[in-house]
């Protein structure tokens, strides 16, 4: 019922499919990346507090 070496091929065969790159890395610290979540859910915000209520949902029934 052992597997062998079956699942460290499959994990090299998947790493080679994905450029051999495993971990989702942008180079950043967790320090900088709370900031730049920051700054992006900021502008997020700013945006739609200036673009008011136009486009907006409506719930019609």
Do not use: S, V
């Amino acid at each position: 019922m052992t597997r062998g070496n079956q699942r460290e091929k499959d994990r090299e065969r998947a790493a080679a499919r994905n450029g051999g790159k495993n971990k989702k890395d942008d180079g950043l610290t967790p320090e900088q990346r709370r900031e730049r979540d920051a700054k992006a859910l900021q502008e997020k915000a700013a945006k739609k507090a200036a673009g008011g209520d136009a486009g907006g949902q409506t719930n019609k029934k």
